[in-house]
């Protein structure tokens, strides 16, 4: 049964930090490009961050750029996404994806507020 699970998402002051995980299970984890993407109330899922298989490309979009970092653990089927001077515009739902040619899977999220 393929799972990804989402967790280390909460409530963080502005400025703050958060490590979000996703730990796989299911399916071959070092085959798959691996990938966060986050949704806001009222707004469309928007990519966030992506890692290739193999050789640690990262891709970042330009609001995250500089602040989030995402790093894949294949030992241990695990992709993070470290979150630094958050802001309140990145409050949102953050999932975790994997996809492998015609194969794609999701997490169920998890929740990230940045506020005061």
């Known amino acids: 049964q393929v799972q990804l699970v989402e967790s280390g998402g909460g409530l963080v002051q502005p400025g703050g930090s958060l490590r979000l995980s996703c730990a796989a299970s299911?399916?071959?984890?070092?085959?798959?490009?691996m990938r966060w993407y986050r949704q806001a109330p009222g707004k469309e899922r928007e990519l966030v961050a992506t890692?290739?298989?193999?050789?640690?490309?990262?891709n970042y979009a330009d609001s995250v750029k500089g602040r989030f970092t995402i790093s894949r653990d294949n030992a241990k089927k695990t992709v993070y996404l470290q979150m630094n001077s958050l802001k309140p515009e990145d409050t949102a739902v953050y999932y975790c994806?994997?996809?492998?040619?015609?194969?794609?899977?999701w997490g169920q999220g998890t929740q990230v507020t940045v506020s005061s």
């Open positions: 299911g399916f071959t984890f070092s085959n798959f490009a």
């Open positions: 994806n994997a996809k492998f040619l015609n194969y794609e899977y």
């Open positions: 890692i290739a298989r193999v050789g640690g490309t990262t």
